[in-house]
């Protein structure tokens, strides 16, 4: 693979969606685990659903597991950036 084209709108265009691809799953791993960490840790507050303060304990971890899955996805992102405008040279 060579560099990128980014001197049109096409090839900007796919190279934005190429960008998009990488790391999908992981991001989209760790949004649903922040969403249903915010979720049990709001239904064990109000104590719906027989949830106890021992399952708030266990969303804070899944939401700490969330974020890293997250933060792993834009790096990885960024990695694959620099590796692809490195190819030029």
């Known amino acids: 693979m060579g560099r990128p084209d980014l001197e049109t709108e096409a090839g900007r265009a796919a ?3 190429e960008l998009r691809r ?3 799953r992981q991001r989209w791993a760790g949004l ?3 969403v249903v960490a915010a979720a049990l840790v ?3 507050r109000e104590g719906r659903f027989g949830l106890t303060e021992n ?14 899955l997250v933060i792993y996805a834009v790096f990885q ?8 405008m490195a190819e030029g040279l």
């Open 42 to 44: 709001l239904f064990a």
């Open 22 to 24: 990488v790391g999908w």
């Open 77 to 84: 992102r960024t990695r694959h950036h620099k590796r692809r």
């Open 32 to 34: 649903a685990c922040i």
């Open 15 to 17: 190279y934005r969606a």
């Open 55 to 68: 399952a708030a304990v266990a969303a804070y971890g899944l939401l700490a597991i969330g974020w890293v």
